[in-house]
């Protein structure tokens, strides 16, 4: 298996402009799990899908920010519009969850930098 | 809220030496833990799962402790190389929310 594919890997644009990026889970995960990493607050979990149906998104900043996963093999997480301080890390990141076990696989990050 | 502490922040210390990474949090009712080695640049990368039934996993040259009551969990690397130089992190699992700390930044010189 490929492992989780992000894209793109890096993306510059600038303020108000609308961000959409890209994930593919591993083949026969059913969650999905967006994440936001900086210096000042770490790694943050933004959303959180299990079989395609977002879980829990108490972590999304505000109303900017929207994720989709129309189908089990693709998610989007959506900034529109953009800000300087939503410049960051975006980790994508699937697991099977079985029981109480959910090892995480991360796929490479998108670098988002917004001007 | 589950709070995730790790100590040291930075290390550094001679190739070949064994060494221990902490990780504290603050509610015990987790799932279970999860240690990350993150490279500069790049994605995480699980290392060892251990689940809350669970005391210790072991891979290769790494092993992981949980200890539930205490709110502890320790990696341990043995025999350490230039290459395990890296950022790792220990993620806590529960109630549908994985909680990170900062991360400790290990330096292993040659």
């Known amino acids: 298996d490929a492992g989780v594919i992000q894209s793109p890997r890096h993306e510059v644009t600038e303020m108000g402009q609308e961000v959409t990026l890209r994930c593919k889970p591993i083949s026969g995960h059913n969650s999905l799990f967006w994440y936001r990493q900086t210096m000042m607050r770490g790694l943050e979990l933004l959303i959180y899908f299990n079989n395609n149906v977002p879980i829990d998104d108490s972590g999304m900043p505000e109303d900017r920010f929207s994720a989709k996963m129309p189908n089990a093999s693709f998610s989007t997480l959506k900034i529109q519009p953009s800000e300087p301080r939503d410049s960051a890390v975006y980790f994508c990141?699937?697991?099977?969850?079985?029981?109480?076990?959910?090892?995480?696989?991360f796929g490479p990050g998108t670098r988002l930098t917004v001007t | 809220k589950q709070e995730v502490t790790q100590i040291p922040a930075a290390l550094s210390v001679p190739e070949g030496e064994n060494l221990v990474l902490n990780c504290s949090f603050t509610d015990s009712a987790i799932y279970n833990l999860q240690w990350f080695r993150q490279d500069p640049g790049k994605g995480l990368t699980s290392l060892l799962l251990?689940?809350?039934?669970?005391r210790e996993q072991t891979s290769g040259r790494l092993n992981a402790s949980l200890d539930k009551s205490s709110g502890r969990s320790t990696l341990y690397i043995a025999a350490s190389q230039p290459g395990d130089s890296a950022t790792y992190l220990c993620a806590v699992y529960n109630n549908n929310d994985m909680r990170f700390g900062a991360g400790t930044r290990l330096t292993v010189k040659p």
């Open positions: 990141a699937s697991s099977f969850q079985s029981g109480s076990s959910y090892e995480q696989y």
């Open positions: 251990i689940q809350s039934s669970q």
